[in-house]
């Protein structure tokens, strides 16, 4: 049990890349923090680091009061789990997970002991005696668990260890180890490229991006007031549309966004509550609305009578609970500079839009509809700095 | 992100004390082997280039000559002739091994009954000793009692004995054939690898394109095995090109020098002349044709790793 | 083995000739050898020839004890292979680790010899080698041959270990690391255990190798206390009346201990042969 602190770490290699810049991070005693960010964004590398896998070009780590920038990793206290698991083939489950605790020279009444206790809480006391060749995945992946939870170490550090498990085992899965981790209360550090993970599982949440710390906070607060589009555009599924708009004073008082030629009213308290915004009017900012913003204005056809715009269904898709439509408007796409996002679907001159209607809702591919969107749930960032206003 | 931290930590040092220790645990498990690497490769391979500097019996007469011996070597209509002959021999050999090997592993990767037995029994000939295979195809082509002759003779091919080892084309033609008979295993084995190692999908797409069996063949096995047998046809035109034993159990390097691979050549000049220096000299020369074809090859073909 | 792939269609109707015609080639050879071992001096060489003998004996597998020195050709070589194997197998095991796991300076030279020490012709070696034996009075003796031996085929089983070591996942070590195991421990707890079967095919590799090697053992060695089997066999064939059928019978003798390798083991060496190259 410890509290870790990462002082502007960074990883630089012999060539100059540089996959890790200036990440401070401070984790409380029993919080579980996850990383999350598209493939090479330097996460792993990161965790890597703590671990004692990687060396740290820059900046100090600590745990609890040490620091361990010169630690080799059996001495830093930290338990890691792989993401292909790296169980030893020829021990059996038993051994495996007993491994760490035969190191140490735990005499093995006492490491049968902890074995059992483990192997109960992941449900593993059926497969003691197999081999790892033996097991599916997701038990393989429990063992990597069970081999990390018996030490009672100071840092559970996890590398993906869900990606290769198939999407309902990940479920079960994701609730199982944020259980654990909770009855456990050890600190930890969990690395994942599944912003649905990220959004699940964590006390708070690492964006990154290329190496550099795009924000950190608790998930709701990521996604209801992210700091940059980057953010903005990564957390939440499907992501917030976002595109070019620019904010004018009505000739008959009041404010409004123009999103292309289409034009909504925007109420005060967008204004009010955002003091740089008054000096941006008529400049163009990127401005982002989250699909669930959106209605089907035939299912609402009395509210947000002033916040409408017109398109084109392009899609749609039906979820059962929900239906996805997504239409493009004519605003200039933005690039949230996640590798991972979709290209715009009109072309170069639309932003494409996805839309979370009710399920009721009558749209069809080629629909020409009135869409409600709620303005004063709009998010507004700079369009050159991409930070939020 | 505050603004009012701290100076930056120092520039990342050159090399943490970490990655010291791991270089140096690295090269503790790597250097009992280095030590007698280094003892009993390098050492004997400096000498071998110090003796080929002196005029020498390696007992009591040691003159320097310097370079002497590798320019007579190079102006030697003998020497040059022996080194055509083996590269001639080495090129026919490793040609034979890709022919056949990879025709037997085209047609062992696919569902033939029986596939097992047919792998077993035609992996035989790597099995053995050169000795054995020089002897064996020596006793076949005995002149009088000779299986080859007898078998040719009872199908009419020939009326009288044929000295096959006495005529210097077929003797050559005899030494290539033993080389291949014994060798081929191990391309059909590497081939074979190689030929599973490719997705069947690839095939599958081929077909769908209209490529019928050749085509496959030839758009998907062939540039599947590039890989391997790159690799495989460096290591083998060296080791068939430095070859002894086969020749010179069956020929002796004759008759009449028509088999006198280079191998034979040196150690005749060492061990019947006792001329070291000269056959160091010229032992030289091979190892440098041998580095030069490896580089040259690996140049041509860039896409492997060894 | 995996199931076959070489193309659709399955097996063309030629294949099975084919087959048939590359057996034959293969066994006839062999047969041959056998047929001949099998004759006494008075079927051996008869005109008409007699492709297998009226009344097999195994005389000829029995004389050539009484004949030759082939018990000390047989000690000999066992001796000097399976030491030379055992030496090589050590020492390349360690460094095809450390050659595979750590960066070290040296490391890109050391793999490049090796590499380049497979080019090495024997007659280059053989000259100064003579000589060195000779200067410290090892020629024409078991020991001289076992450091001869040592001398070419560890550099391969050097390479052949790591490239087998590549095959196995970092991660483990990783893992073993966090775990609490230092290097050495980790060695040999961990990832020794899963190399068994590529040491078992390096050390085959290296048995064969030194099994069949006849220009060095010739050379190095003169007295018949000394020599290996290939040269005690090779030199049956000096003699004015050459007895095939006794030469026949040593190279069956010889090639037996490869046979049995191969049956008893042809999964690990075929599959571990052709994993190194395919990786590459």
Redesign the interface.
């Given at each position: 049990m410890a509290t870790a602190r990462l002082?502007?770490i960074?990883k630089?290699y012999e060539n100059g890349f540089r996959a890790v810049d200036g990440l401070s991070l401070d984790l409380a005693d029993g919080e579980f923090l996850v990383l999350v960010g598209p493939s090479g964004c330097g996460k792993s590398t990161a965790l890597r680091m703590i671990?004692?896998?990687e060396?740290?070009?820059?900046?100090?780590l600590f745990v609890g009061d040490r620091q361990i920038?010169?630690l080799?990793?059996?001495d830093r206290d930290?338990?890691?789990v792989?993401q292909?698991y790296?169980?030893?083939?020829?021990m059996t489950v038993r051994q495996n997970v007993g491994?760490?605790l035969k190191?140490?020279g735990q005499r093995p009444h006492e490491r049968e002991r902890q074995v059992q206790r483990a192997a109960s809480i992941l449900e593993l006391m059926e497969q003691l005696g197999k081999k790892p060749g033996q097991l599916s995945g997701g038990q393989r992946q429990r063992v990597a668990m069970g081999?990390a939870i018996v030490r009672k170490p100071s840092l559970f550090l996890m590398d993906e260890p869900l990606s290769n498990l198939d999407a309902k085992l990940r479920v079960q899965m994701r609730a199982d180890i944020a259980g654990i981790q909770k009855d456990l209360g050890v600190t930890t550090f969990y690395v994942t490229h599944d912003q649905i993970e990220a959004m699940t599982m964590g006390h708070r949440v690492a964006v990154i991006k290329d190496g550099v710390l795009q924000q950190v906070a608790p998930p709701e607060e990521l996604y209801a007031r992210p700091d940059n589009v980057f953010v903005a555009a990564f957390i939440g599924s499907p992501s917030m549309n976002l595109c070019e708009g620019t904010l004018y004073r009505a000739t008959a008082g009041g404010w409004r966004i123009a999103l292309g030629d289409q034009s909504l009213a925007v109420p005060d308290t967008v204004i009010d509550t955002r003091p740089a915004l008054a000096a941006r009017v008529d400049q163009p900012l990127v401005v982002g609305f989250r699909p669930e913003h959106l209605e089907d204005a035939a299912l609402a056809p009395d509210d947000l009578l002033d916040q409408r715009l017109s398109v084109t269904v392009a899609v749609r898709e039906a979820l059962g609970a929900e239906t996805l439509v997504h239409f493009p408007i004519d605003a200039s796409p933005v690039d949230s500079g996640d590798p991972d996002a979709l290209d715009a679907l009109g072309g170069r001159e639309s932003s494409r839009c996805t839309g979370r209607f009710a399920a009721s809702t009558r749209a069809r591919v080629g629909d020409r509809i009135e869409v409600t969107l709620d303005t004063s749930q709009l998010h507004f960032f700079d369009r050159q700095t991409h930070l939020a206003i | 992100m505050s603004d009012a931290s701290p100076p930056?930590?120092p520039?990342?040092?050159k090399r943490?004390?970490?990655?010291a220790?791991r270089s140096r645990t690295g090269f503790a498990f790597v250097s009992p082997a280095m030590l007698v690497m280094a003892l009993l490769v390098v050492y004997p391979l400096a000498y071998g280039i110090y003796i080929s500097l002196f005029r020498t019996n390696l007992l009591n007469r040691w003159d320097f000559v310097g370079l002497t011996f590798f320019v007579q070597s190079l102006s030697d209509p003998g020497f040059l002739r022996s080194l055509f002959i083996t590269a001639l021999y080495a090129i026919l050999v490793v040609g034979g091994h890709l022919i056949v090997g990879v025709a037997l592993a085209v047609v062992l990767a696919t569902q033939i009954r029986m596939r097992l037995l047919f792998r077993a029994i035609l992996i035989l000939p790597w099995l053995f000793p050169e000795v054995v295979v020089a002897l064996i195809f020596r006793w076949i082509f005995d002149p009088i009692f000779g299986l080859l002759n007898h078998l040719l003779r009872s199908v009419g091919l020939i009326s009288t004995q044929v000295a096959w080892l006495d005529d210097p084309t077929w003797a050559f033609v005899a030494v290539v054939g033993a080389a291949i008979w014994k060798g081929y295993p191990l391309v059909m084995l590497l081939a074979l690898a190689g030929l599973q190692s490719i997705p069947r999908d690839r095939y599958e797409a081929a077909a769908l394109d209209g490529a019928g069996r050749f085509g496959q063949f030839r758009y998907v096995s062939l540039p599947g095995l590039a890989p391997i047998l790159g690799v495989a046809v460096i290591l083998e035109f060296v080791w068939w090109f430095k070859h002894f034993t086969i020749v010179w159990l069956m020929t002796k390097g004759g008759p009449v020098d028509a088999t006198n691979v280079v191998s034979i050549d040196i150690y005749r000049t060492a061990f019947q002349s006792f001329d070291f220096g000269r056959a160091s000299a010229m032992a030289v020369i091979v190892l440098f044709i041998c580095i030069a074809f490896a580089i040259a090859y690996r140049r041509m073909v860039p896409d492997e790793q060894a | 083995m995996s199931k076959p792939s070489a193309a659709i269609g399955g097996a063309h109707p030629l294949f099975y000739p084919l087959l048939l015609v590359a057996c034959a080639i293969v066994l006839l050879p062999v047969f041959w050898m056998l047929s001949t071992a099998l004759k006494d001096e008075t079927e051996l060489f008869r005109d008409p020839l007699l492709l297998w003998p009226e009344k097999p004996t195994l005389a000829a597998f029995r004389s050539v004890f009484e004949d030759y020195p082939f018990a000390a050709y047989i000690r000999n070589s066992l001796v000097v292979v399976v030491c030379a194997t055992a030496i090589s197998l050590t020492f390349s095991t360690l460094a095809g680790y450390g050659l595979s796991r750590f960066r070290f300076g040296g490391r890109g030279a050391f793999l490049a010899f090796l590499l380049l020490s497979q080019m090495f012709p024997s007659v280059m070696l053989i000259i100064p080698y003579f000589k060195i034996l000779k200067s410290a009075g090892l020629l024409d003796s078991r020991l001289g041959l076992i450091v001869t031996y040592v001398s070419f085929t560890i550099p391969f089983c050097t390479w052949m270990m790591y490239g087998y070591f590549r095959s196995i996942?970092v991660?483990?070590d990783?893992?073993?690391?966090?775990?609490?195991?230092?290097s050495v421990?980790t060695f040999f707890t961990?990832i020794l255990?899963?190399a068994l079967p590529g040491m078992v095919a390096t050390a085959v590799y290296a048995f064969i190798t030194g099994w069949n090697e006849y220009l060095f053992a010739l050379i190095l060695t003169n007295s018949e206390e000394q020599k290996t089997l290939p040269v005690g066999i090779g030199q049956l064939i000096g003699q004015y009346r050459i007895e095939w059928n006794e030469l026949m019978a040593a190279s069956i003798y010889s090639t037996i201990p490869l046979m049995v390798f191969f049956l008893f083991l042809q999964r690990y060496l075929i599959s571990s042969l052709t994993a190194g190259a395919v990786k590459s």
């Open positions: 002082d502007r960074g630089v671990a004692g896998l060396d740290i070009s820059e900046g100090e920038n010169d080799a990793p059996r930290v338990a890691m792989f292909n790296a169980l030893y083939p020829q491994f760490p190191i140490r081999r | 930056l930590p520039p990342a040092r943490s004390p970490a990655a220790a | 996942p991660e483990l990783e893992a073993a690391a966090i775990d609490g195991c230092g421990r961990v255990p899963l």
